[in-house]
């Protein structure tokens, strides 16, 4: 079992940067690809960022290209999304995701089986 527990959410001012973290116990994460995913209210949780298992591959959702950074720290265990640059439209809560390494990642990132997820943290961004 892997437990995910996501931090850093907070409320900023457009334009302005947070990082989110998601620390993972129970198990390492050097044998999961990872991603971010984000549930605005009154819709559907979506796709935003992942990192495969070696952190050498990363893909992006078209909203969030050239402001987002996903990365990960396997001596921390921990993952995370460097948000620069906010939007309003960047408000949601954000969750992250684990799916053990499998070529499906490669496939398309956002359907990798993530499996374990964790609780969620909110972003609000003041226009």
């Known amino acids: 079992q892997v437990q995910l527990v996501e931090s850093g959410g907070g409320m900023v001012q457009a334009g302005g940067s947070l990082r989110l973290s998601c620390a993972a116990s129970?198990?390492?994460?050097?044998?999961?690809?990872m991603g971010w995913f984000r549930q605005a209210p009154g819709k559907d949780r979506e796709f935003v960022a992942g990192i495969n298992w070696n952190g050498g591959d990363t893909h992006y959702a078209d909203s969030v290209k050239g402001r987002f950074t996903i990365s990960r720290d396997h001596t921390k265990n921990t993952m995370y999304l460097q948000m620069n640059s906010l939007k309003s439209e960047d408000t949601a809560v954000y969750y992250c995701?684990?799916?053990?390494?499998?070529?499906?990642?490669?496939?398309?990132?956002?359907?990798?089986?993530?499996?374990?997820w964790g609780q969620g943290t909110q972003v609000t961004v003041s226009s």
């Open positions: 129970g198990r390492t994460l050097s044998s999961y690809d």
């Open positions: 995701a684990a799916a053990a390494a499998t070529s499906a990642y490669y496939s398309d990132p956002s359907k990798a089986p993530f499996a374990y």
